[in-house]
């Protein structure tokens, strides 16, 4: 566990840094801070280092990683073409959270970091210990998430410990990440561009620079059954009660509540600033308020985590409206809760 403290101009003159960077270039593997979430980093050209993310995360070995650069030339060593859409991406959002598909060159990386396709998941993140760390080693790093599969990534170096302790090398802590989750994923190698996964960067955001229509996967799959970033048909970013998402007023979430109570259930719920004062439950927590989505995003995976540490049975979440990064808050929650909805009937006037 290696602490780097915030607002410093040069962190690759860190010890820290690089004691974490030659780790990496011996093949082990180290978690550190991204502007979004805590990453699980390897050498990228290395199987020998890329397999034991798999195995510390518990990670099925189809579900492929994202590769962090620090600097554009990395890219090219990395990709067999880049279009003029993506460098308009690229120029526009990079370093910064965005992770975009480009056709791989092949022989390069190792195979296991994209598990198979021909396709590679690349971003440059803005945290300044991430571009440290990825400089002073001068590798690619292969880095999905640090939690265990399935868990809620995490947001500080002490959600990691509580995941991985014991299975890595070591942890960079730089603090508390930014945004909160996890890198828009964008698919720009087919004949339109398609979202993966909702993130930090809204799909109006990238329409303003391709100025081209986007999709967004989870829409075309109900249209085609086809997971397109393998990672979408897994359960995710769960507490280990089970979740459910309640779209109604809050005396009706009360009385879902009072009732799972009376049954002998203790119940956890999930508020905003605004309605958390109005709850009674076993713990109720606040994820923020309804009028700043940011900060929301920043507090969920945290809050989800806290009901971890109590003895709830089941928690109650409410939802967020679907606009900016309410999407991608409302992408996690979904997962987090199975797709399970309890939904208010409309009552007759
Ligand atoms: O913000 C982030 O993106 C964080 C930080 C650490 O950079 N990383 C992260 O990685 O969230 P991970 O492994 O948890 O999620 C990677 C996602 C998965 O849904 C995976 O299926 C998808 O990207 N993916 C990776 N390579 C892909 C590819 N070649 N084609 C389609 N999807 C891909
Ligand atoms: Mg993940």
Sequence with gaps: HWSVENNVDNFEDYPQVAEAAQYI??????????????????????DEAVAQIFAAKGRPSDNPLIVHIAEYQQLEKLVA???KQVKLLITAFWPGPLTLIFPKKSGVL????????????????????????????????????????GKPSPTTAKHVEQDLDGRIAGILDGGATGVGLESTVLDCTGPFPVILRPGGITKEELERVVKDKIEVASHLLEKTDVPRAPGM??????????????????????????????QGFKVGMLASTETQSKYKADLVLDVGSRNNLDHVAHQLYHTLREFDQSNVDLIYSEIFPQSDVGVAIMNRLEKAAGHHWVIQEKQDS
């Design 25 to 46: 270039r011996d093949n082990q593997i180290v978690a550190f801070p991204t502007e979004t979430v805590y990453g699980l980093g390897a050498n990228a050209y290395s």
């Design 81 to 83: 073409g880049i279009s």
């Design 110 to 149: 190792s195979d296991l970091v994209t598990a198979g396709l021909d396709t590679v998941a690349i971003r440059m993140p803005s945290h300044p210990v991430a571009l440290a760390l990825i400089r002073t080693s001068g590798l690619p790093i292969a880095a999905p998430s640090a939690n265990r599969s």
């Design 233 to 262: 048909k897994y359960k995710h970013y769960s507490p280990s009660a089970p979740l459910y998402l309640v779209d109604g007023e809050v005396g009706w979430i009360q009385s879902l509540i009072d009732e799972k109570r009376k």
